[in-house]
C-alpha cells in the first residue's frame, strides 16, 4: 500500500463577496455571499487574513450518565496500538448518539466552562469575543471553497455584539444517517474503536460516543475574535494543553495514485480545517483494509497538510480558506447588525442546489427555537457591560 510524499505548501488565492435580495413567503432572504468570484480584474493578490494562534481558555468532559463535568475526567492518553488491530471489535455493543437529533451539539457548556475556569474569565473574555461557536462549524466555513457535495447549515442570533452560530444538521443529513445500516454503519463506528484502541482500551465496557473531553479557545481571523469548543481525541501523556494533544483519525490504505490525489484533495482539507482551528497539531493516522483491520500508523502535522494537496489543479489551501472565513463572519454581522434584537436567523450552503452562494434565511419569528439558556444571555450581558465601561468595542462591532 502507498502513502503519498510530503510537498511544500504554495499560496492561494481569495476572493472577494457579492450580493442579491429575494423575498420569500414565509422567510425573507437575505443578500447572499458569493462563495467563488474572478480574481481581482487589476491582477493584484488578494488581502491576508490573518489566523491568531489558538489559546486554550477553558476545558470540560462530557458524558452520557453524568452530564458535563467541568474537569478533565475523559482526557485520554495516547498508548501506541499493536498492530494489526480490529476495529469491528466491540461493535454489537457500541451506543450511539441520537442521530436524529438536528441540534447535536448546545453551546451551553462552552459558557458554563469559562465562567468555572474562575476570576472572571468568562466575562472578560465574552467582552473581547465577536464570535462563539463549535469547531466543527467554523472547519465547514474553512472548506466550503472547495466543497462541491456536502450541505451545511447553521443559525446565529447577534446577542449582546457577540454572534453566536449554533450547530445544525440538515434535514437531507438526518435522513442520510438514519437509512445508514450494515457495512456503512459499521464503517462509522470503526473511527471510535480506533480511539479506543489509541488509548489503551480494552472493550471490557461499551464504547459511547457520548463520552468526549472538550477543549475551549480563543482564537481570530481576520478582525474577528472567535472562543470555540471541540472535542479532543487524546494527549501524549508530556505536553499540557494544546501542544499535548492529539487527533485521531483513520482512512483506507491507499494503492493507486488517484487514491491519493482523492486523500490529499478532500480527506487532508477536512482534517486540517478539523485540526487548525482549535490548535491541534498533531494528526495520528490509522491506515485500515476493508475488513477495518489497521495495518500502519502515521502522524501528520497539521501546518504540513497544505503541502500534500498542493500539486494537483485547484488545490485547496489556507491563505483562502482564512479571507473566506473572514469575508462570511464579516458579512454575516452586517446582516444582524441590521435586522431587530433577538432575530434569529439560517445559514445555508447547498452546493448541488445553490450557485456557489451561501444564502441567509430571516424564518417568520418563533421559527427557530431559542438555543441559549438564560445563563448565557445573562453572562453576554454582563460582558457587554464590561466592554461598555471600558470603552472598548468587539472586533467587528
Known sequence: AKSYRRLEPRKGVAAPMAATRRVVSEQRWLTPLRVRLEPEADGAAPRASPYREPVELAHFSKTRKRGNEYDNSQLKRYLRPSLPCDLSEGYET???????????????????????AGRGLDERELAAADVLTWRGNFAKVLATPWNTRDTWHMEAELVHGVTVLNVVEPEENVRREAKRQGHEARMCYWGFSFEEQCTGGSYD???????????????????????????????????????????????????????????????????????FSTGVRRILVGFRDDSGAVLKLQTLETLKLPGYAARHPGAWDPKTALHFADRLLTWLRQHLDA????????????????????????????????FLPAEARAALARAAALRAASGVGTPSG
Open 205 to 275: 465496557q461499551p464504547i459511547d460516543c457520548l463520552n468526549s473531553f472538550c477543549t475551549v479557545v480563543r482564537t481570530g481571523v481576520g478582525r474577528h475574535r472567535l472562543i470555540m469548543g471541540g472535542e479532543v481525541d487524546c494527549w501524549d501523556g508530556e505536553r499540557q494543553g494544546l501542544a499535548g494533544y492529539i487527533e485521531l483519525k483513520t482512512t483506507r490504505v491507499m494503492d493507486s495514485a488517484p487514491q491519493v490525489a482523492r486523500f490529499e484533495r478532500d480527506k487532508l482539507l477536512k482534517w486540517w480545517a478539523q485540526s
Open 94 to 116: 457500541f451506543r450511539d448518539r441520537d442521530r436524529g437529533d438536528s441540534h447535536p451539539a448546545d453551546v451551553t457548556p462552552i459558557f458554563e466552562s469559562l465562567r468555572r
Open 339 to 370: 435586522l431587530a434584537p433577538g432575530t434569529r436567523v439560517r445559514l445555508e450552503y447547498e452546493p448541488r442546489r445553490a450557485n456557489w452562494e451561501v444564502r441567509c434565511a430571516e424564518p417568520a419569528a418563533g421559527t427557530i427555537r431559542d
